[in-house]
């Protein structure tokens, strides 16, 4: 008798967990979402008077904000439901079977029962009365819908979407498609009517801002608050709000990029890598790199910076300098949005003032500088610029002019072609010349002209990825644009080298073309056609060309 109660014992734990594997565990989302602008905590409190320090991991695995009187991350303003039934819920907006996919030992799709409400997206065992709820999805401003596409419907014979939550991931399929898209739809409506998510930096930010002429309130929020200062721990979440499920880094597929809020956490473990990494150089690219790919996180790594900047345990070591080094290749590079700017710029006045005649003091005046003159850049600065910006210096450019000479001048991240032409001039005496001059990419077989507002740096990078890619030397060039005034050029000065120098170009580009023209007609062809491979020019036929003048000097192939 005891043997058959233990077998009976052994054959109801098997069916229960068979039942769990069909219906699957409660998923119940965390009520740990952000508040929103207008809501007040439990003391009474607005948001930007709850104290935040630094986000750790808590016991369970999730990352939060450790928040004074509140538990280990901040409450959310939905309702906890996980005793409700079906009956029990809202006003329902939209409710039906869907397949939703689940993820095991294999994936594989169930039936469940959905109910779309103003707050959520919960599924059940099925539509009747006191049925099990299974899991729920909250819905803030920071999720994302993906629609149907085709490619999913050739590949499953179902139209899907992808609900993104801050937890959970939930991927449904259904037959039609007509119901697909009004799935997409309603969620996407009640998402778009939810009021922005700010995270505790937003709002220790904003109080910052409001209290900037008060040090004693301002210093008072920094020492309450750890999240805004210096920290050896990992970072487990974004600083700044980003949509779950952002499709931003799949632009750029082939360079293996996750999320954003993936690749904001990531850059902070980069940050921190500075400190003891024995060449900076390849990391500082790498992370401008991919805030150039990613925009959305030039501010939150402003925002890292400014933290990993204040109350520094050393801030004189040259560990510790890294950041500033990083914050001014970032200030050469990409501005901030305002906000961010307006709170960047406080803290380097701040610097300044607690620490004068320092390295940090010099780091923050030239980044406060470079700010004013920055323009969003085309190229990551390349491995030489990077070097100049740590130490604050200018690099040096080489520009070539007509015969086997050349003039090295000194240029910042943000001297455009117009002001290295104007520097040309004046180093050659041609400020008073009523011709105009330009700068040229060039190499052995093609050149074109560089926009005035072109930054050099960017030439420069653009130049030397070229000679990588095409294995051939290129340079830049300082170059007669336009003639217009041929008479005053007297034969003994230098712009006549200039103009001999470009006719004798020109010269040497019709008798290709020319030699071109007879060696086709030779083999019985069209002289009306395009001349390119067989002369190892790339330019059209004269017909296009006999519009020019001498005097026009259009920018050709040499």
Not at 61 to 81: C, D, F, P, W, Y
Not at 83 to 111: A, D, H
Not at 198 to 211: A, K
Request: overall charge negative; charged content about 20%; hydrophobic content about 35%.
């Amino acid at each position: 008798m005891p043997l058959q109660g233990f077998c009976w014992f052994l054959c109801c734990r098997q069916g229960f967990s068979l039942l769990g594997r069909d219906y699957g565990e409660k998923e119940e989302e965390e009520s740990f979402e952000l508040r929103n602008k207008e809501d007040v905590t439990p003391n009474g409190r607005s948001p930007a008077e709850v104290t935040v320090s630094q986000p750790t991991l808590t016991a369970n695995g999730t990352n939060g904000h450790t928040v004074s009187g509140v538990s280990a991350e901040m409450k959310s303003l939905i309702i906890e439901k996980n005793k409700m039934g079906l009956e029990e819920e809202p006003e329902l907006l939209v409710k039906g079977w869907l397949l939703r996919e689940v993820r095991g030992n294999w994936i594989k799709q169930r039936r469940y029962w959905f109910a779309l409400s103003q707050d959520s997206l919960d599924y059940y065992s099925g539509p009747e009365k006191g049925a099990r709820r299974l899991g729920t999805l909250v819905l803030t401003s920071l999720c994302s819908v993906i629609w149907p596409d085709k490619q999913t419907y050739k590949q499953t014979g179902h139209w899907s979407i992808t609900v993104y939550g801050r937890k959970h991931c939930y991927r449904l399929y259904t037959k039609h498609f007509n119901e697909a898209v009004h799935w997409a739809c309603a969620i996407q409506k009640i998402i778009d009517t939810k009021a922005p998510v700010e995270t505790p930096t937003q709002l220790l930010i904003r109080d910052v801002e409001e209290n900037k002429f008060n040090p004693e309130v301002v210093e008072h929020i920094y020492q309450h608050n750890p999240i805004l200062k210096y920290t050896q721990c990992p970072l487990y979440a974004p600083l700044l709000p980003f949509p779950y499920g952002s499709l931003e880094h799949t632009y750029h597929s082939g360079k293996g990029y996750g999320s954003v809020r993936e690749e904001a956490v990531k850059l902070f473990n980069c940050l921190q890598q500075l400190e003891s990494a024995r060449e900076p150089v390849p990391i500082i690219q790498g992370v401008l790199q991919t805030c150039l790919d990613l925009r959305p996180l030039r501010d939150e790594v402003y925002c890292q910076l400014v933290k990993q900047t204040s109350y520094t345990p050393a801030p004189h070591t040259a560990a510790h300098l890294r950041y500033w080094q990083l914050l001014t290749c970032m200030s050469c590079t990409f501005l901030p949005g305002l906000t961010v700017l307006k709170y960047l710029r406080f803290h380097l006045k701040r610097i300044q003032s607690q620490s004068p005649e320092s390295e940090m003091d010099n780091y923050a005046s030239f980044i406060s500088e470079a700010l004013e003159k920055t323009k969003c850049r085309e190229c990551v600065p390349s491995w030489e610029e990077i070097q100049m910006l740590m130490s604050r210096q200018e690099m040096l450019c080489t520009v070539h002019y007509p015969g086997p000479l050349s003039c090295q001048l000194f240029i910042s991240s943000h001297t455009t072609a117009n002001e290295v032409v104007r520097m040309m001039q004046q180093k050659l005496g041609l400020q008073e010349s009523k011709n105009t001059f330009a700068l040229y990419e060039q190499n052995a077989l093609w050149e074109q002209p560089v926009a005035g507002s072109a930054l050099i740096a960017d030439i420069l990078t653009s130049l030397s990825i070229k000679e990588s890619e095409s294995k051939s030397q290129w340079k830049l060039c300082f170059k007669l644009y336009c003639l217009l005034d041929a008479d005053s050029i007297s034969v003994d000065s230098i712009e006549y080298l200039f103009l001999f120098e470009q006719l004798t170009e020109i010269m040497q580009l019709m008798n290709a073309y020319f030699s071109a023209i007879r060696r086709q007609r030779g083999k019985g062809e069209d002289a009306d056609i395009t001349i390119t491979e067989s002369t190892g020019v790339g330019f059209h036929h004269l017909a296009s060309t006999h519009k020019h003048t001498l005097l026009e000097l259009p920018s050709h192939p040499v």
